[in-house]
């Protein structure tokens, strides 16, 4: 292929089964093979059943039985009572939004040759202007999937990560440069042809993003849905197989790969992630980060122990200690570690230094100093040398607790800061994805004078519905449920009639956003996982990891570590 936007053509003939679906080098053929026919192993029969984590569910608040997080008790998926002390404390009736919700989840669904394989990223006709909002997001359609997951609907998170695992063994051009080949694409477009009667594939790997960046996370949170699958079906069939083995591989060999990096983290351009745009967090973004994370622990528990993921496996493994130690230790702050930076020598020389990344006092910005609470803390926007960003931001901190990237100290400390700060990042919308904004001299140096990032809107500042899951996950594992609760009784009093807005605007997320496109899927997803969560917490299973017991460092006591 000589460009980055792959083009997949879905003729109707009869395909060549034997062929290796990866390697082959004809456009047509690919798309030609039915997704039933992708997998040769069978799918296992087993009913869908929820296992849990490997902890006590007592400490979610809930009067759940516990169970496990090993990948073997996929093979014996345990039963779990979900009905009687859960059921009793967080039943109530459905919220008229929520057949609503459900309506438009499925008015959004793309199919291809009469299968769905994903949901559009906005289903928003009074819009002129489409732009790429009529693309299947492998970022966007994370609810989506873990909502029909939720519902008993797997099919189409099957057809969803094998078509992307398809798309994934591309060769990726953008101008003369070859991509990784583990990069998975950003986007993708079903073209359909009524008169030839062929469906056509249409992928963006970031040729046609804004700032031409590829998508770091996309790999990662199509790692962490293959383990959602699996999870919630029991079916082993789909991730063992040699295609999904293989894609794991390459996603993991981009990430794994040595060279001249110091740290354990990642190093990445501006605009890789959810902020797709210009907004000052290149270099190792807590977002980045924490998915890293949390894709290496979910793709430790699929590997097949052969000689291949044997080797894989020693990596992963080598990696997650370093990673897991190199957050927790540089990226956490709260308010003692705030102090003690504040108090930092700087120009040290030596092995024993206490500011390793030299960081100056007199760049921490004033605001944090009224935000930090005596109790909380949270992982910082980014670290590198001599710099900190200081800035909190949503997605990062909940998947460092659903992950366990975050310590439980760490987790409770976390949800400690979001009531503590409940009116700077929920306000009247769940949640700020970034506090606090940038504006003036900063905000043109930091974004370019992006028209679209002015202060509280948007990626700066802005609120967004689709969060509301994660803080909702957050919250159930932490063992705060009422957290939750809350959030979503803000987020039902206004979304559903002002027409599921994919983001606020306003210092407290009072305003629809100035450009925000209405019936947007992952708000109206998010919703219905926070919902389904919330009623149902042994739902959390498929999202979440519990901490690895060998993971076990020393840290600095935290002032803010209460729980």
Known sequence: MDGVNVVLDGKKKEPDVAKDILGLTNVTSINDYDLSKLIGKPRLNIERKISFDDRSLSELSIGLIRGLDTYESIYSPLDSPTTSAAAADDSFEPHPIVADAWEALRRSLVYFRGQPVGTIAAYDHASEEVLNYDQVFVRDFVPSALAFLMNGEPDIVKNFLLKTLQLQGWEKKIDRFKLGEGAMPASFKVL???????????????????????????????????????????????????????????????????????????????????????????????????????????????????????????????????????????????????????????????????????????SIPEWVFDFMPTRGGYFVGNVSPARMDFRWFALGNCVAILSSLASHEQACAIMDLIEGRWEELVGEMPMKICYPAIENHEWRIVTGCDPKNTRWSYHNGGSWPVLLWMVTAASIKTGRPQIARRAIDIAESRLGKDGWPEYYDGKLGRYIGKQARKNQTWSIAGYLVAKMMLEDPSNLGMISLEQDKQMKHAFKRCSSWTC
């Open 192 to 362: 359909h042809h009524p008169i030839r009667k062929t469906d056509t594939i249409v992928a963006d790997f970031g040729e046609s993003a804004i700032g031409r960046v590829a998508p770091v996370d996309s790999g990662f949170w199509w790692i962490i849905l293959l383990r959602a699958y699996t999870k919630s079906t029991g079916d082993l069939s789909l991730a063992e197989t040699a295609e999904c083995q293989k894609g794991m591989r390459l996603i993991l060999t981009l990430c794994l790969s040595e060279g001249f990096d110091t740290f354990p983290t990642l190093l990445c351009a501006d605009g890789c992630s959810m902020i797709d745009r210009r907004m000052g967090i290149y270099g190792y973004p807590i977002e980045i980060q924490a998915l890293f994370f949390m894709a290496l622990r979910c793709a430790l528990v699929m590997m097949k122990q052969d000689e291949e993921g044997q080797e894989f496996i020693e990596r992963i493994e080598k990696r997650l200690h370093a990673l897991s130690y190199h957050m927790r230790s540089y990226f956490w702050i709260d308010f003692q570690q705030l102090n003690d930076i504040y108090r930092y020598k700087t120009e040290e020389y030596s092995h024993t230094a206490v500011n390793k990344f030299n960081v100056i006092p007199d």
